[in-house]
């Protein structure tokens, strides 16, 4: 072959080597995921830790699948305290937040919210010995102390609620900053308050400590919707749509269920009226 022959077609290699590798750095530019920034509690056993530098316990096995099934995104994971988990979503900072965070109508309004990722067993955590409630009324009616409430906790609004709905039969709710189910429970557990309204998984951890050996706890009181929330921009928008589409088909396969049984002690989807009760709020 002559020389001036294999020049040409090295040329002609060359240039569509090159065509392809733009085309190939092309293609990847438009199919790059979008980040998408999550932060969870880092204090909410068996919802939420630290763990690998991410978010271990339900919600981290939740997102973790969740980010494998939309290629389109990817989760960026980190823990914090719950003030600065919602300090975070409200500037921007976070995209996601996720935990057991249940309806209350303000944050429905400041947040985007998914359909339901879970159900929590409410109940009612007392002393082995002491004083007992099996209903929020009963703890209005026997005049019990509950243990404060982080004021942006869910459980907040579920008392809040209540008192709203029986004027006459209230409770006395106090509020509080960020706590630990552990050291919350340890209040009832000394003697310093009467009661503390946890749903059972954040109370099964605490049990088989030496101040939990001391506690006792109700029947289901109620079933409570657990949603991710996300700060409020054209993005986020999109990325409910899919994360919606994504848990209708986490719940329809069994995902959920199978989660459930391994991070909260109990399937929460065969308890009374829970058919009913999952996603209620958005049928």
Do not use: C
Not at 15 to 30: D, E, K, P, Q
Not at 215 to 239: D, H, P, Q, R, V
């Amino acid at each position: 072959m002559k020389l001036k022959e294999i020049g040409k077609k090295l040329a002609l290699t060359l240039a569509f080597s090159g065509v392809f590798l733009i085309g190939t750095s092309h293609a990847a530019t438009i199919h790059a995921a979008t980040t998408i920034n999550v932060a969870a509690p880092n204090n909410n056993r068996p919802y939420t830790y630290p763990k690998n530098g991410g978010i271990g316990g339900y919600y981290g096995a939740l997102l973790k699948r969740i980010d494998k099934d939309l290629p389109q995104y990817k989760f960026k994971e980190t823990t914090t305290s719950q003030n600065s988990v919602f300090v975070g979503l409200q500037s921007g900072k976070y995209d996601l937040a996720a935990s057991n965070w249940w309806y209350s109508k303000e944050r429905f309004n400041t947040y985007l919210h998914t359909t339901s990722t879970g159900l929590d067993d409410l109940r009612l955590i007392t002393k082995k010995g002491g004083k007992t409630a099996t209903s929020l009324s009963d703890i209005a009616k026997k005049n019990l102390k509950l243990v404060p409430i982080s004021t942006d906790d869910a459980r907040y609004n579920v008392i809040e609620t209540y008192n709203k709905e029986n004027p006459k039969n209230k409770i006395d709710l106090k509020g509080i900053g960020d706590q630990s189910a552990g050291d919350a429970l340890k209040e009832v557990s000394t003697g310093k308050y009467d009661v503390a309204i946890y749903p059972y998984a954040a109370y099964k951890p605490v049990a088989q400590t030496s101040e939990g050996k001391k506690l006792t706890t109700s029947k289901s009181i109620g079933l409570e919707n657990s949603y991710f929330l996300l700060s409020k921009n054209a993005k986020n928008k999109k990325l409910v749509t899919a994360i919606n589409k994504e848990l209708k088909k986490l719940k329809a396969n069994g995902y959920l269920e199978k989660i459930t049984k391994k991070y909260l002690y109990e399937d929460t989807f065969k308890l009374p009226n829970a058919a009913k009760r999952f996603n209620a709020a958005n049928k």
